[in-house]
């Protein structure tokens, strides 16, 4: 099944003359020469200073021992008490295993 966002839409030739129309028409944006194509070259190679300067990390920063997902059952009252104590209940959650087992906070 074709997706109907993904058709390619021909333009007819009257389109596409208005089109050169208006580009010839822009002083501000002249269309590049096959010259300057030819010398054209990525961002990162014509200003490798400032392509490093606005390089970013995506997602959160790595850290060194990060929590587990895993899948446990446990009983509805417990769940509705600690979801009572509103936003942060699952960390304080496992404040409260690891003061149970004996254990110092990790960080």
């Not at 839409?9 to 010259?35: G, L, V």
């Not at 496992?94 to 149970?100: E, H, P, S």
């Amino acid at each position: 099944m074709t997706n109907p966002s993904r058709r390619i839409r021909h333009i007819s030739d009257k389109e596409e003359a208005e089109i050169q129309r208006k580009i010839a028409s822009d002083p501000d944006a002249p269309e590049a020469t096959d010259e300057q194509l030819r010398q054209a070259r990525p961002f990162v190679e014509a200003f490798p200073d400032l392509a490093e300067s606005i390089k970013r990390a995506r997602g959160r920063p790595a850290i060194e021992k990060p929590r587990q997902q895993l899948s446990i059952r446990l009983d509805p009252d417990i769940i509705e008490h600690y979801k009572a104590t509103g936003k942060g209940w699952q960390s304080r959650m496992n404040d409260d295993l690891r003061k149970a087992a004996g254990l110092k906070k990790a960080g």
